[in-house]
């Protein structure tokens, strides 16, 4: 294509040439015939003047004169024609193969002598200019559509690396030679490294010695050609160790030659820990079950095998038997609330109660469990009026939770204290338990209401499954609408509390 | 066995009695202890032929209590029951290296108590007199 658009280029220009000769040649041969005419003119006018045969002899020499000038200006002009017949016929020839007819060899040069054949030589050209003039036209729009692809395939390339930026998971990418090739934000907070000045630094120095063996993981599922690998990973960040997650595929040219690696890692500390606490509370679980389960084996087979010798002792045993069935009872009642809250599937009887009442009988249970630890309960003072609509056994189960708690952590000889106020401006009851036990660390009192979390400092104080105080928690705020809260200096001892909206006077009366 | 002296240590006041009522009935002499750090306190003042411990107490665990008993002169060869309510078993290992005679899972049955205490103070006896 551009070599016809080049020879069509030297084709014009030496048309041109030959025009501008072919203009200078028959301005040469009019003024010489001009020329030739007046010395003709003036020669006849000296013939009259007495020169008698003078005059035929010098008309016949100029009118030779005048052939000759007039047969070689007819020889230049026919053989300037051929030569522009001949450059016109190349010309047709060029546009002839530019426009794919090989095997048309186009106008000869004898045939340009007809106006038709030059006619036909117009209409190629014509077709000719039409075709580039439809040719740049479709390269024009070939040209606007590559300009919107490229600005697509960049929209694309910055959305995809929006998305991977704002994945909270670290991500990052490195080619064959173990060089980094890209990474996101989270991965260079994790390995604690400039994203945008680290490119193609081999990542084993970016991410330092202590975590070569993430570099080396990386190395080792590029060589073994694994589509996706995966690993559990521990780092130090911050001083805290961090489980990741990590999940490594191979990146594949068009040859299926590895040419990178893409790793994704995942914080799995929360769930690592989650883990561990149910595992814990499965041994938790299993104690307290186990422990009085034991008890009533133990006592039912003394009394069958007739080790109880009087009444007396038999009756103790029985007792013991039935307060520990209670026990149970309730420990499996607490596993089963939390589940049947969680899922929803609790079925709440709201009745109008009075807390102080309802305190006061929680009271009786707790002060011999109390008691047998020397440690004092203190009541509350009588309340007019604080009346809530409440599930009665559920918040009887929250009073009993939350002073079982109380005595539990205290030693002997302190005391627990149970009070109510009621916030008329606010509209609502609380209810706080101070206790004078151990008390718990300010870094693991925001925890204390989570499910199966049990202080690591206190674990040996008492046994327990940590689901007390998170059943406390389910069943005020996600039952009642209210709100539990604690307050703990250690050493000195704990507040626990919550509050509950104060039904209306308007309601029906006590249950 | 009149002469036997047994230290129950568990944090359950009415598994020690319905233990210490099982062991009275059948000669022995039953001293208690509320958990490992009471225990171990009675280890070293009473003297005991045997042990039986909680595995699970509160201030000091029973594995720490017979940790603390082996590095005792006195009651380096105590004999040691260890009642287990965990969910797994004590490692035969850890049983090894802390030299307990026996494990017993809860719920367990006095009599089963009864006689792994009674045979390992028969092998005690059998290899003293050797």
């Not at chain 1, 030297?10 to 001009?34: E, F, P």
């Not at chain 1, 003072?381 to 599930?391: L, T």
């Amino acid at each position: 294509m551009l070599i016809a658009v080049e020879r069509s280029k030297k084709a014009g220009v030496v048309v041109l040439k030959l025009g501008r000769s072919l203009y200078a040649i028959v301005a040469l041969i009019v003024a010489c015939t001009l020329l030739i005419g007046t010395l003709a003119e003036g020669q006849d006018s000296g013939t009259e003047e007495g020169w008698y045969f003078a005059g035929p002899v010098q008309r016949a020499s100029v009118a030779l004169g005048c052939g000759v000038v007039v047969a070689m200006g007819v020889i230049w002009l026919g053989w300037y024609w051929f030569r522009l017949a001949g450059a016109v016929a190349s010309i047709a020839r060029l546009f002839k193969e530019d426009q794919g007819h090989e095997g048309d060899t186009g106008p000869s040069v004898l045939g340009l002598l007809k106006l038709t054949e030059i006619d036909a030589l117009r209409k190629v050209v014509g077709e000719y200019l039409e075709g580039r003039a439809a040719r740049a036209s479709e390269q024009t729009n070939q040209i606007k559509d590559l300009r919107i692809q490229i600005q697509l395939s960049q929209k694309r390339e910055k959305n995809t690396e929006a998305i991977i930026y704002s994945i909270r998971d670290a991500v990052i990418v490195i080619d064959e030679y173990d060089k980094l090739l890209m990474a996101n934000e989270a991965a260079g907070r994790l390995f604690d490294f400039d994203v945008r000045r680290s490119q193609h630094r081999p990542l084993s120095e970016l991410i330092g010695r202590d975590r070569s063996q993430f570099a080396e993981f990386l190395s080792h599922s590029r060589k073994s050609r694994n589509q996706a690998t995966r690993r559990e990973i521990e780092f130090s960040e911050q001083g805290e160790r961090r489980v990741h997650d990590c999940i490594v595929s191979c990146v594949y040219d068009q040859n299926q030659q590895v040419c990178g690696v893409v790793a994704v890692l995942h914080d799995i500390t929360r769930e690592k820990q989650i883990q561990q606490m149910k595992n814990d509370f499965v041994s938790h679980v299993s104690h307290e079950l186990k422990t009085p389960l034991a008890s009533i084996t133990a006592y039912s087979e003394m009394l069958v095998d007739g080790e109880a010798d009087d009444e007396s002792t038999r009756r103790e045993f029985c007792s013991v038997i039935q307060n520990q069935a209670q026990r149970l009872n309730r420990l499996i009642e607490d596993i089963l609330n939390t589940s049947r809250i969680e899922s929803g599937l609790i079925k709440v009887n709201k009745e109008l109660v009075s807390l102080t009442m309802l305190i006061e009988e929680q009271l009786q249970m707790i002060r011999s469990y109390a008691e047998e630890k020397s440690i004092q309960v203190v009541g509350q003072k009588p309340i007019v009026f604080d009346r809530v609509y409440v599930d009665r056994d559920m918040m009887s189960q929250v009073i009993v939770n939350l002073l079982s708690n109380a005595v539990k952590y205290t030693s002997s000889g302190g005391s627990v204290k149970i009070e109510t106020a009621v916030d008329e401006v606010a509209s609502l009851v609380r209810v706080t338990v101070v206790d004078t036990g151990v008390g718990i660390p300010e870094d693991e009192i925001g925890h204390v209401f989570d499910k199966f979390y049990r202080v690591g400092a206190n674990k040996k104080q008492a046994k327990g499954t940590g689901l007390g105080l998170n059943l406390v928690k389910e069943i005020v705020e996600k039952v009642h609408d209210g709100r539990v809260f604690v307050t703990s200096q250690v050493g000195v001892g704990s507040t626990f509390g919550f509050e509950l909206p104060l039904a209306t006077r308007e309601s029906a009366p006590i249950a | 066995m009149a002469d036997k002296k047994v230290l129950v240590v568990d944090d359950e006041i009415h598994i020690v009695h319905v233990v210490a009522i099982k062991l009275r009935n059948n000669g022995f002499e039953v001293i208690s202890a509320d958990n490992g750090a009471e225990g171990l306190k009675l280890a070293l003042a009473e003297k005991p032929d045997i042990i039986v411990t909680d595995y699970q107490m509160p201030v000091m665990t029973g594995l720490e209590l017979v940790e603390k008993l082996r590095q005792n002169e006195s009651t380096r060869d105590t004999p040691v029951v260890m009642l287990t309510a965990r969910s797994f078993a004590i490692p035969q290992q850890q049983q090894d290296d802390l030299r307990i005679s026996g494990c017993l899972s809860k719920p367990f049955s006095p009599k089963e108590l009864l006689g792994n205490i009674e045979d390992i103070l028969y092998q005690k006896q059998l290899i003293a007199d050797d």
